[in-house]
């Protein structure tokens, strides 16, 4: 039976899911996605303790290549992360749990209630589902992925750092504006700005820059 390139996409992923994120950063031989969808003289597949990244290969007068199929599998499945909806999502979040807090919500409102589409809704109600909705949005987001055959072989390391910022400031909530409380999160703040970010894109500029250059 001849498996579909989503469903070899799918098993490379399984056998190299350690390596997959990192398989071009970390690999002598491929240089790049354009360069390997042309095939590249003189140049072997790249290994993980002995296991093919791209198990489909075909060879033409010598140029080795990637099965197409699974190369554009694999654009899509790593697709660039959609920012915009991750910020316009935060946003929203912080904005609402602002308001409440400048309503004046306290524990003793939470037997109110208020009538939406004919039926009375209480407050402890919208506040289980502002929990519970990002946690079914999560589960339902884990599920397409898995459906696509692109589900993570790991935590990214961006992902990481949103949750562990999130919960930072999570800390934050009813602190008060004392400027000690919020000393840690401002040296954080400026520690993104003036140290992850500009070492971080330097070492990965240079890098690519030497790569570029073999």
């Known amino acids: 039976m001849q498996l579909s ?3 070899r996409f799918s098993l490379m992923v ?11 950063a970390t690999c002598d031989t491929f240089h790049n ?3 390997l969808s042309h ?3 003189n140049h072997q597949f790249c290994t993980w303790h002995g296991i ?3 198990p489909a290969v075909h060879t033409n007068r010598g140029v080795a290549s990637v099965d197409a199929d699974i190369l554009r599998t694999f654009n899509e499945a790593f697709m660039k992360t959609d920012w915009k909806l991750i910020r316009e999502t935060m946003n929203a979040a912080i ?4 308001r409440l807090e400048q309503n004046g919500y306290a524990e003793r409102h939470r037997d109110l209630t208020v009538d939406v589409r004919e039926r009375p809704v209480s407050i402890y109600e919208f506040m289980v589902s502002a929990w519970t909705m990002p946690e079914n949005a999560r589960y339902e987001i884990v599920r397409q992925r898995h459906e696509k055959g692109i589900d993570l072989p790991y935590v990214p390391e961006s992902a990481r750092i949103l949750t562990a910022v999130a919960e930072a400031c999570a800390e934050l909530v009813g602190a008060g504006e004392t400027p000690s409380v919020g000393d840690p999160v401002r040296g954080m703040i400026r520690w993104y700005r003036n140290h992850f970010d500009p070492n971080v894109e330097r070492a990965i500029l ?7 250059e073999r």
Not at 14 to 24: D, R, T
């Open 95 to 98: 904005d609402s749990c602002e």
């Open 52 to 54: 093919k990244v791209f």
């Open 39 to 41: 095939g590249l003289k």
């Open 5 to 7: 390139a989503q469903a």
């Open 206 to 212: 240079a890098d690519a820059t030497d790569t570029n």
């Open 33 to 35: 996605l354009n360069a």
């Open 14 to 24: 399984g056998h190299c899911a350690p390596f997959i994120y990192s398989a071009f």
